[in-house]
């Protein structure tokens, strides 16, 4: 999924220069966006204040919601470029199909990682007879020049890692969280943790300095680094933290992202992660001409066509929203 028209944000981002060493606790509260005809996200990231958090620049929250008797996710087929997409549900089922020929069906403890590499495009739909709850994340990883030209591929993980640490349970997503680290490729050092709390209680997680963080609460609430946090907003923490002080009055679900800072300056725009204004008009014009990203197979939507380029040339912008030169 991801910008499926409609609103999203023509501006852009990047990766540069300036990134604070030391902690922070900014909390940076989310926007509705409507994806596809039937579901409303809550987009966390990007924002005009944080762009990036290590190599995550796409993080949309969605549910719980009751979609018994109802449509459920319905998101066309639509292409990527330079980035890979995590798809994680906490409630529900969605079928993922690409242009690779995939049909991958992701229930709750599941990882769906698809990697558009120079571009792939992909569909998902709640099938017909699906769970009346859905919850779940959508986050996108930019990937580095080295990567982001290969070819795309798809990986779906049933098994990850699971540990005990404090009065928590975390599921190790992607990267690697205190000895445990995730069977997903990745290409650069990041991390992302299922945190959850059955009751109340505390935790004291292990993290690695060198990587900013961010935490969002997906269910109940909690006081992480001694700031409150409910479901609707995003916790920067920024770097230099060797651990993370979490505790919660009931039971509560939350979601940790870390990574390296991600030093490239970035355009994004749609559904495409690129490097200057020229190379998101060719994936846009290669999109609506049929050529590149190949199609989807099996889903009785048709593709989305890309909205219109905006007036003004798209320019890189550093990780706090300026214009990196
Ligand atoms: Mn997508």
Not at 29 to 42: E, K, N, Q, S
């Amino acid at each position: 999924m991801g910008d499926s028209g409609g609103a999203f944000e023509q501006a852009v981002y990047g990766g540069t220069v300036a990134t604070e060493a030391e902690p922070q606790s900014v909390l940076l509260a989310g926007h509705d966006v409507p994806l596809g005809r039937y579901t409303t996200v809550r987009r966390l990231l990007p924002q005009r204040r944080r762009r990036l958090v290590g190599a995550w620049c796409f993080v949309d929250h969605f549910g719980p919601d009751d979609v018994s008797g109802r449509p459920g996710m319905q998101v066309p087929p639509h292409p990527h470029t330079g980035l890979q997409t995590v798809t994680w549900l906490v409630e529900g089922e969605i079928v993922h199909r690409d242009s690779l020929g995939n049909r991958q069906p992701i229930v709750p403890g599941q990882l769906n990682l698809m990697s558009s590499g120079h571009g792939i495009a992909h569909s998902e739909q709640s099938p017909p007879d699906h769970p009346p709850g859905m919850h779940g994340l959508q986050l996108w990883v930019a990937l580095p020049e080295e990567a982001r030209h290969g070819e795309p591929g798809f990986d779906h993980h049933r098994g990850l890692p699971v540990l005990r640490t404090g009065d928590a349970t975390v599921t190790v997503v992607v990267g690697e969280f205190g000895p445990a680290r995730s069977p997903a490729r990745v290409h650069t050092p990041l991390v992302a943790a299922e945190v959850l709390f059955a009751t109340a209680g505390h935790d004291r997680m292990p993290l690695e300095p060198r990587f900013e963080y961010a935490v969002l609460v997906m269910s109940g609430d909690a006081q992480v680094a001694g700031v409150s946090v409910s479901p609707g907003a995003l916790l920067y923490l920024g770097r230099g933290r060797s651990d993370l002080a979490v505790h919660v009055p009931g039971p509560a679900r939350l979601f940790l992202l870390g990574g390296e800072p991600f030093a490239e300056p970035l355009v994004m725009w749609w559904n495409f992660v690129g490097r200057s204004h020229e190379e998101i008009v060719r994936a846009r014009d290669d999109w609506m001409a049929g050529r590149r990203f190949g199609t989807v197979a099996g889903c009785a939507h048709e593709p989305l066509p890309a909205p219109p380029m905006p007036t003004v040339r798209l320019k890189a912008r550093d990780r706090f929203g300026g214009t990196a030169g």
